[in-house]
Structures are given as C-alpha cells and as structure tokens.
C-alpha cells in the first residue's frame, strides 16, 4: 500500500498521516531484517512522493502571481518533508527544503503577530524566519526561494532596500 501514492496532491492529511504510521510500523516490526526488509523499497517510492509533494507546494508558489504566502500550504510542504528528511536525513536538499518552507512558516505567524500587537513574538519569528531562509540558501545553493524569502524579509520586517535588492540580484543568479 505504501508504493501506490506517488503523486499525493491528490491526497487528503489524514490519508497521509495513515501511510505514515503504517510505514513506521513497518518499519519497526522489520527491523531485525536490517536492509532486507520489505519496508526498504517502499521507503524510496514514499521518499519520492514526500519530495514531490513539498516540491509541488514551493512551485506553486514560486510560479504563483499571487504574492501573499499566507495562501499556501507550507504546514503540509513541512510535513510531508519532515517525512521525507526521516526517512533519509543525510539529503541536504530535503534538509534545505524544509528550511525554506519553515521559514515561510515563521514569516507567516510574524504577519499574525503583527496584525496582534505581539511585538516580541513577531519579532522572534522574523528572527526566526530570517535564519531558516540564510539556512536554506547554505543548502540549495542553486535555488532562488531562499534567497526571495530574505529579499521578502529585507523589504517588509527589516526595512532594508540594499540588502534586499542584494538578495533578489543572488536569486536572479
């Protein structure tokens, strides 16, 4: 059952969830197979569709005219990645990808802290924000996101017109 969902847009959380839990389950009673386990090859076709599924949320909204990241699914993208950094925790580009979509996530609760006049909280996560964003740019060194995120922040959070067009002139490249 695990190898059946490739592409999970198509898929609601729960049903998301309950091939998590099975997949640890699975995981767990196989573990004196070590490497032989069944569970091995599931792991990679639920990888790829994890990875898939994070990456379809960053494209839409990278390729989305509308500018408010609120309008998007980053709690889902962060799931289904921290899924996928479980499976294999060593790929920097899953590592980089949730950093990005974390960052996403802590602009978005500044926006509310913002909007409710908890000035230290928002603060925090601007602070926040800003780090998963200079995190993800180490670790996608080729992907413009990161580097829009602190463009976004420069501009809106820290008021910065230099630092942001420094920021935008990196994704650009």
Known sequence: PLRIHTNLARLGNTEITADWELYQRLQSH???LGRLAPVHIAARSL????IGEGDRIIDSYRKSSDSRTEHF??????TVLEHAFDIRPSDLSIQGKLALVRGYINLNL???GA???V???MKDRV????????KATLLLPNAPDPHLGLARLYV???????????EWDKAEQ
Do not use: G, M, V
Not at 73 to 78: E, K, V
Not at 127 to 134: A, K, N, R
């Open 119 to 121: 000035r230290q909280h």
């Open 73 to 78: 699914d980053w709690p889902r993208a962060q």
């Open 127 to 134: 602070t926040s924000s800003w780090q998963e964003f200079d």
């Open 110 to 112: 500044a926006a509310i």
């Open 156 to 166: 809106y959070s820290y008021r910065d017109l230099d630092k942001a067009i420094e």
């Open 47 to 50: 990888e790829n569709a994890y």
């Open 115 to 117: 909007q409710t006049s």
């Open 30 to 32: 196989a573990k004196w």
